[in-house]
């Protein structure tokens, strides 16, 4: 589903570098990522999805070299195939549940909403336990319920991917455990494949794979380690 | 773009209170220039028409702007009164018909306008029931009046007394409706028609009372000399001029010396109304002859100078809010960077998240626009009205 070979990137400004000799992730598989703050997890996720591109080196996902796509198919390749999931949900505050979970229909053609999506978003919404508050605004859920509309978001359009970043970093134990079960449960019924950046250790045992960033070379200019080492 | 749309309307739906004052900000700034434009333009139409419609008229010295609002408009304020002998020397000049206004009194808001016969054929004026007035105490209504006193032809108004602290000043006196106007679109359609006599007996010049010479009227006379009686306040006099008691009223002293407003005269031809111009142009004459197409002109050109101040500061306080609601768009995309990235990352396209954006604002336009042009319609509609409440009363 993912491979990762040689990248190298690094930011225009600051010294915060970050490469990568190869990582693979299968399809189906349920990965974790951890690490130190500033090590660079997210910005894998990002390059991952497309919404950052590496200075050399190749990203593939789902079969397509997404890191040599242009700006427009990038979008389209993204909105299509990965599902995204953030910290802070990032929910629309204009637009009620059902709005923002069928947002991502709106905001790009390659996607067409119908009433079987329409069908899709409802009986997730009921199935993760929000059916009842379709008709709310953002500022009228809890956190967990928020999570929730954000991950039926990712799922509605059937992604073969999802990347959650920091997923669980703002719930409960409770909710934590009701998001991820949503997450694991899609992925396995979809034979989709999950990738998570976590500060969570408890929640590790669930995932089939956990990479530590540390084997990675997140570095400052000139600190660059001398052995390359890093997990296939 | 149904969904480009979808999203843009629920955001400014969301934002209510922000979207209003958005909307009524450009709403004002596109309708005021518009809106002045079409009130002065269509009330210069207006006030030019009938003014254009009426040759001369001939008043007291003074203000000949008052003259002409009070003749044309039936505006409340009236000019100094001159004799109806004006309108007899005009007539026996031959060289125009002299058409008697006395325009003082009211009934309510309609004024009555004592007149003659001659007021409706010059005017062009139609029945729409009934017939012109033909005894002294009959009034024609126009449209306006018939409409919101809901009278017809056999009923009655009653006009206003001057001032209910004046026990000696005017009294009501009910009129019978003799006919009503079809509408004509002119303060014709808001007046209340009687003869000059009639207006002549409102204002207490002539009156009509019980038979003193009658056995029934014997306790109220004071003394008989020959035929002068002297009667005291028991007498009883009548406030409304039916067949039985028409005979009784009378005027005292000279006609010749009776109030009119002014003359409206009709010259048989343009050498005519020349040389009538000509006899007025005597500084010691107490009387003036205008011609109110020249007056309302001079009018129209006051308001077109205050229009033109309005409308310059009216561009520049819309160039402001222009200006206000561009820095609270780009303020509003910065607060909305974050909701931005979002769709982004998502996978949002640029042309559908810009197209977005996009029609906020177009629908912001819109809204103004269409609200601008439904009060400009509304302005088109019963503007000239309203301005002319504002000059005329």
Not at chain 1, 73 to 81: L, M, P, T, V
Not at chain 2, 240 to 261: K, M, V
Not at chain 2, 382 to 388: C, H, K, L, N, T
Request: charged share 20%.
């Amino acid at each position: 589903m993912i491979r990762i070979g040689d990248l190298l990137f690094s930011y225009d400004e600051g010294d915060f570098s970050l490469e990568i000799p190869q990582l693979n992730v299968a399809h189906g598989e349920t990965v974790a990522i951890v690490g130190p703050s500033g090590s660079g997890k997210t910005t894998l996720l990002n390059m991952i999805a497309g919404t950052a591109t590496p200075h050399s080196g190749q990203v593939t996902t789902n079969g397509y070299a997404i890191s040599e796509l242009h700006d427009a198919a990038r979008r389209d390749f993204r909105i299509a195939n990965i599902g995204l999931v953030f910290q802070e949900f990032e929910l629309l505050e204009y637009l009620n549940v059902l709005d923002n979970i069928l947002l991502p229909y709106r905001i790009n053609r390659t996607l067409h909403l119908d009433t079987s999506v329409r069908e899709r978003a409802e009986a997730i919404a009921e199935r993760v336990g929000i059916g009842d508050k379709l008709a709310r605004y953002a500022n009228q859920l809890s956190q967990g319920e928020k999570q929730r509309v954000a991950v039926i978001r990712a799922l509605v359009v059937q992604p073969p991917l999802l990347l959650a970043d920091e997923p669980t970093g703002n719930l409960d134990p409770l909710n934590k455990e009701r998001v991820l079960d949503i997450l694991l449960q899609y992925a396995t019924d979809n034979a989709a494949t999950l990738v998570t950046v976590t500060h969570d250790h408890d929640i590790l045992h669930r995932f089939q794979r956990v990479i530590d960033f540390k084997d990675f070379y997140a570095y400052g200019a000139g600190q660059r380690p001398e052995n390359v080492a890093g997990p296939t | 773009m149904r969904d480009v749309l979808y999203l843009a309307w629920r955001y400014l739906v969301y934002h209510r209170l922000k979207t209003a004052i958005l909307v009524t900000s450009i709403m004002l700034i596109i309708y005021l220039p518009i809106g002045l434009n079409v009130v002065v333009e269509q009330s210069a139409v207006h006030l030019t028409a009938r003014a254009a419609a009426t040759p001369l008229l001939i008043g007291t010295k003074g203000s000949p702007l008052e003259l002409a609002l009070n003749s044309l408009y039936f505006s409340s304020e009236h000019p100094e009164l001159i004799d109806y002998s004006e309108a007899t020397m005009v007539a026996d000049s031959g060289l125009a018909d002299a058409i008697p206004l006395y325009v003082r009194f009211r009934s309510r808001t309609h004024p009555i306008v004592g007149t003659s016969l001659d007021y409706f054929s010059f005017h062009n004026l139609s029945f729409a029931s009934g017939r012109p007035m033909a005894l002294l105490g009959e009034c024609v209504v126009g449209a306006n009046v018939a409409e919101s006193l809901g009278v017809k032809p056999g009923d009655a108004v009653v006009s206003s007394s001057e001032t209910v602290f004046d026990l000696a000043g005017v009294y009501p006196l009910k009129m019978k409706v003799a006919g009503v106007l079809a509408r004509a679109f002119t303060p014709d359609d808001d007046a209340i028609f009687v003869d000059v006599k009639t207006a002549w007996i409102i204002e207490g010049l002539g009156h009509g009372h019980q038979d003193l010479a009658r056995p029934e009227a014997a306790s109220g006379v004071l003394s008989r000399a020959d035929e002068n009686i002297v009667a005291n306040a028991s007498v009883v006099q009548y406030n409304e001029i039916t067949e039985d008691n028409l005979d009784s009223f009378h005027f005292h002293g000279d006609l010749a010396g009776y109030p009119l407003t002014a003359v409206l005269a009709v010259p048989r031809d343009e050498k005519s109304a020349v040389i009538l111009r000509g006899r007025y142009t005597d500084d010691s004459s107490t009387s003036q002859i205008v011609r109110p197409v020249t007056v309302i002109d001079e009018l129209l050109d006051t308001i077109l100078t205050i229009q033109q101040f309005i409308v310059a500061a009216v561009i520049i306080v819309g160039l402001a809010t222009i200006a206000t609601a561009a820095l609270v768009f780009m303020l509003s995309l910065r607060l909305r960077r974050r909701e931005i990235d979002t769709m982004v990352k998502i996978g949002g396209s640029r042309p559908r998240v810009a197209s977005m954006l996009l029609a906020e604002v177009v629908i912001v336009v819109i809204l103004s626009s269409s609200l601008a042009a439904v009060l400009t319609l509304v302005t088109w509609r019963f503007g000239p009205g309203v301005i002319e409440g504002f000059v005329l009363t």
